[in-house]
């Protein structure tokens, strides 16, 4: 179970004294549920009696019930990256082998610890541990369906894989996992279809995460952050093969999003980042821009 700290009661408790009830809740409880049944399309919104509140909890009623932990980020360098969240280990796009980044931190595959690990497209610095360390810890995998085939038959229990594909979500322990749109290619180490690109939108108690994958400037973000309140992302922006920082910015401002962590940059010599124009352009923005060194962790609370 992750630190917690209760959110304030906001709304006070209801007309007979209670917060809550464990029968009607109350009539702010009736409310909260009402909310999510709306939001979620007649799914529960609340899950172990306040700890995981996925929609509602993010603010109105449901935030009566809510408890909140705090999100943490970690950075291996390249896009690879862990998320700790909800008492989870989230490793998103594991690139240890033959990353410079990670390799000059002293970061290696062999020293990762994971429950889930989430994969944006097939290509080689996005999944090059990820069979290794899937078999290693028998974490779950989400990731484009062409992927989770790939793993499986490189030894990853089918068990352990949820395919999806772009636009669909999952129920997890940490909350709700959409895999969204991202403009890219996908193209396994072998040479084989890894399907659709992607990115991750994930959503629980703690908060909102968003991660663009690989993906070029689309008007995608925009519809992202007309449905969703986004708190953090981790966009890419090292350039040619991805966005730079303007686009970058650009894409915050779509999104919504006033809390950014560059990825995918400083890898190799075509994608240096130019910090001092992402600096420029960020703040221009309005948008505060995170570039943790490989290794660093971050509090996204």
């Not at 917690?4 to 209670?18: M, N």
């Not at 020293?111 to 360390?133: T, Y």
Request: glycine share 14%; charged share 25%; net charge negative.
């Amino acid at each position: 179970m992750p630190e917690t700290d209760p959110i304030e009661d906001e709304v006070g408790a209801d007309e007979s004294g209670a917060a809550g009830d464990e029968e009607g809740w109350g009539a702010h409880g009736f409310l909260t549920r009402l909310l999510g049944w709306l939001v979620k399309g007649n799914e529960e919104c609340l899950e172990g009696r306040g700890m995981e509140c996925f929609a509602v909890g993010r603010d109105g009623l449901g935030r009566v019930l809510a408890y909140k932990g705090r999100m943490r980020f970690t950075f291996y360098g390249h896009s690879c990256f862990l998320l700790e969240t909800a008492g989870v280990r989230v490793l998103v796009d594991p690139f240890f082998s033959n990353n410079p980044a990670a390799l000059a931190a002293g970061l290696t595959a062999e020293g990762v610890r994971a429950d889930w690990i989430l994969v944006s497209h097939g290509h080689f610095d996005h999944i090059a541990d990820a069979v290794g360390i899937a078999v290693r810890t028998g974490a779950r995998v989400a990731a484009c369906y062409e992927v989770t085939e790939w793993m499986k038959a490189r030894g990853v229990s089918e068990e352990c894989l949820e395919p999806m594909n772009v636009g669909g979500a999952i129920r997890t322990p940490f909350g709700r996992v959409r895999y969204t749109v991202a403009e890219h290619s996908s193209t396994l180490p072998d040479g084989t279809s890894g399907g659709v690109a992607g990115g991750f939108l994930v959503e629980n108690a703690e908060g909102t995460f968003f991660y663009s994958g690989d993906s070029a400037l689309t008007r995608e973000f925009r519809t992202l952050g007309e449905l969703y309140r986004i708190d953090v992302a981790a966009l890419c922006m090292g350039d040619r093969f991805t966005m730079g920082p303007s686009e970058a910015a650009v894409a915050a401002r779509w999104l919504r999003c006033l809390r950014v962590i560059g990825v995918h940059y400083d890898t190799w010599a075509p994608i240096v980042l130019d910090r001092e124009e992402a600096g420029r352009v960020f703040e221009e923005a309005g948008v505060e821009l995170l570039l943790p060194a490989p290794g660093e962790s971050v509090d996204l609370g």
